[in-house]
C-alpha cells in the first residue's frame, strides 16, 4: 500500500506536536525536586490521574490491532479488558491504601520492607529490563503503521518519534507526562468517534446497518463460552484477564506511580474508579470501529482491500475515505496512543533507577539536585536504548524477536504477581521463604520458555500454551514460598504490611 499524506493532514499532525512539545516546555519550569520530577509533588486530581492510566495502557498498537481483530474474527479479545472493573474494585480496596502509607514513590519500595532488599532488587530490575524491552518493541511496532499512513522511511520516523518523546518527557517530568496522557486520551477518543461518524452518516441506512451487517457475520461474538485452555474462548480469556490486570493495577510502576501522585487516597480511588469507567467503552469503541470499517467495505467494496493485511486496512480506509484534515486528526490519534504509553514508561524507569538503585545503593546521601540531575540522564538513557531497540527490533525476524522476548520476561517478570500477593495477603512468609520460591520460580520460567522456544529436546519438552506460563510460574511461587514458610518463623515486623495489620490509611 503506498498512500502519500496530504498536505492538511500534514498541518493538523504537526500542530498537535507543537502543543505536546509546549507542555514539556512549560512543565520544564517547574522541576526543581526530585518529589516534583518523579510524583508531580503528589497534587493531581483524580480525572487527570485517571485518563493518564487510560493512555498508559492504550498504544498505538492497540488503536490499530483492536479494529484489525474485529475486521478479521469478532470481539473475543476484548473479553480479558472486560475484566477490569472488576480487579479495579480490589486495587481500590487494598492496593492502593498500601502504596500511599508513609512517602512511597516505587511500588518495590514496599518489597524491601516486606522482604528484604533481595526482593526489591528482583522487582527492580527486572521492570527496569522489562520496560526497556517494551520501549523498544512499542517504538519499532508503532513505526510500522506510522510509516505507512505518512509514507516516511521507518528508520526515520523511530528517530523523530523517539527523540520527540525524550524531550518532552526529560524536560517535563511527571506533570507533562501526566499532562499530555490526558490530551493524548483526548485525542485518541476524537479520532475513533471521528472514524465512527464518518462511516455511520455515509452508510446508506445509517447506523443501523453497522449493526445488521455486523449480526449477519457473527462480528459481535465475544467467542465461544466453553472452557479450553488451548483455546481463546470467553471464560478462559477472562481468566487470563483476571491474571494480567491483577498483575498491573499491583505491581506495576506505571499505575503504582499515579496512585502515590494522586492528592489524596479519595482522588487515587476516584482516578482508579474513572479508569475502570473510560478504558472499557474505548476498548470497545475500538473494536466496533473494526466492525464499522468491515461493513463499509461491505457496502462499497474495494479490490485493493483483498491485498492488504488486517492491520493495514484501517489506516488504507484513513487515508482514502477520511476528508483530508480529519485524517491528520486520526494519525494524530495514533501518535498519541503510543507517545502516552512510552514516555509514562520512560519516565518510570528513570523514577525507579534512581529511587531504588541509585539512592538506597549506588550513590546514598547524596543531595536532591545529585538526584534530579540523574535522573534525567537515566530517561535521556532510556530514550537512546528505546531507539537503539526499535531499530534492533527492526533488523531482526519477528519470530526471533517473539521468542526473545518471551524468554525474557519469563526470567525476569514471571514472579512479580506472585511476590506481591504474598506479601500482602500472608502473614507467615518471610524474606528466606520469598527467595527461595524467587529462585525455584526462575529455574521454572527458563524452562517453559524454551520449551516454547522449542530449544529443548522432544523427550524433555513440556507441552504448555504461552498463555499459562505466567499463571503457572506465579501459583508455583506461591505455593514453594508457603511451603517453605511453613518450616520458619517471620521475625520481620509486618504493622502496616499486611492486608491483616494495615490499618487505618
Known amino acids: 500500500m503506498s498512500i502519500e499524506i496530504r498536505p492538511l493532514d500534514l498541518v493538523v499532525i504537526t500542530l498537535y506536536l507543537l502543543g505536546m512539545a509546549g507542555v514539556g516546555a512549560w ?19 483524580g480525572w487527570a490521574i485517571g485518563l493518564s492510566m487510560l493512555g498508559t495502557s492504550i498504544s498505538s498498537v492497540t488503536f490499530l490491532a483492536f479494529p484489525a481483530a474485529a475486521y478479521v474474527l469478532d470481539w473475543r479479545q476484548l473479553v480479558s479488558n472486560l475484566m477490569l472493573p472488576a480487579v479495579a474494585v480490589l486495587a481500590i480496596v487494598i492496593f492502593i491504601p498500601f502504596f500511599r502509607r508513609g512517602q512511597l514513590t516505587s511500588a518495590f519500595e514496599y518489597l524491601e520492607e516486606r522482604f528484604g ?5 528482583y522487582g527492580t530490575l527486572s521492570f527496569i529490563l522489562l520496560q526497556l524491552i517494551r520501549l523498544g518493541k512499542v517504538l519499532f511496532l508503532v513505526s510500522i503503521p506510522v510509516s505507512l499512513l505518512t509514507g516516511i522511511e521507518m528508520n526515520f520516523v523511530i528517530l523523530a518519534v523517539g527523540i520527540f518523546i525524550t524531550f518532552y518527557t ?4 511527571f506533570d507533562a507526562v501526566i499532562w499530555t496522557d490526558v490530551a493524548q486520551s483526548v ?12 462511516i455511520a452518516w455515509n452508510l446508506p441506512e445509517g447506523p443501523s446497518q453497522i449493526f445488521t451487517i455486523g449480526a449477519q457475520h457473527n462480528k459481535f461474538s465475544l467467542g465461544p463460552m466453553g472452557f479450553n485452555f488451548s483455546e481463546r474462548t470467553f471464560w478462559t480469556v477472562a481468566l487470563l484477564g483476571i491474571v494480567n490486570w491483577l498483575t498491573y493495577l499491583s505491581s506495576d510502576q506505571n499505575i503504582v506511580q499515579r496512585y502515590v501522585a494522586s492528592k489524596s487516597l479519595k482522588e487515587a480511588r476516584r ?32 479490490p485493493e482491500v483483498a491485498s492488504l493485511e488486517a492491520d493495514q486496512v484501517f489506516p488504507y480506509f484513513i487515508l482514502t475515505q477520511i476528508p483530508a484534515g480529519l485524517a491528520g486528526l486520526t494519525i494524530a490519534g495514533v501518535l498519541a496512543a503510543a507517545m502516552s504509553s512510552l514516555d509514562s514508561s520512560i519516565n518510570a524507569v528513570a523514577t525507579v533507577a534512581t529511587v531504588d538503585l541509585l539512592k538506597p545503593y549506588l550513590f546514598p546521601n547524596r543531595d ?9 540522564w537515566l530517561a535521556i538513557g532510556a530514550a537512546a536504548l528505546m531507539i537503539g531497540g526499535a531499530m534492533l527490533f527492526k533488523g531482526i525476524e519477528k ?12 526470567v525476569f517478570g514471571g514472579c512479580l504477581l506472585g511476590l506481591f500477593m504474598v506479601g500482602f495477603f500472608t502473614r507467615r512468609v518471610d524474606g528466606f521463604s520469598a527467595m527461595t520460591a524467587l529462585v525455584v520460580s526462575i529455574v521454572l520460567n527458563v524452562y517453559l520458555g524454551m520449551c516454547l522456544a522449542g530449544w529443548l529436546p522432544a523427550a524433555v519438552t513440556l507441552t504448555v500454551h504461552s498463555y499459562w506460563v505466567g499463571i503457572i510460574v506465579n501459583l508455583a511461587f506461591v505455593a514453594v514460598a508457603y511451603g517453605v514458610s511453613l518450616f520458619r518463623t517471620n521475625t520481620r515486623e ?11 490509611p
Open 27 to 45: 512543565f520544564s519550569q517547574r522541576n526543581n525536586s526530585t518529589e516534583e520530577y518523579f510524583v508531580g509533588n503528589r497534587s493531581f486530581p
Open 117 to 121: 532488599p533481595g526482593a526489591r532488587l
Open 170 to 173: 526529560v524536560a517535563g517530568g
Open 187 to 198: 485525542v485518541l477518543l476524537l479520532g475513533g468517534l471521528l472514524c465512527f461518524g464518518y
Open 271 to 302: 482516578a482508579t474508579v474513572t479508569y475502570a469507567l473510560v478504558a472499557v467503552p474505548t476498548w470497545a469503541l475500538f473494536f466496533f470501529i473494526g466492525t464499522c470499517v468491515f461493513a463499509w467495505y461491505q457496502v462499497y467494496p474495494d
Open 368 to 376: 536532591d539536585q545529585f538526584y534530579l540531575r540523574s535522573a534525567r
Open 399 to 410: 519470530e526471533s524477536t517473539n521468542d526473545l522476548s518471551w524468554i525474557i520476561a519469563s
Open 494 to 504: 509486618l504493622k502496616g504490611l499486611t492486608v491483616w495489620s494495615l490499618g487505618k
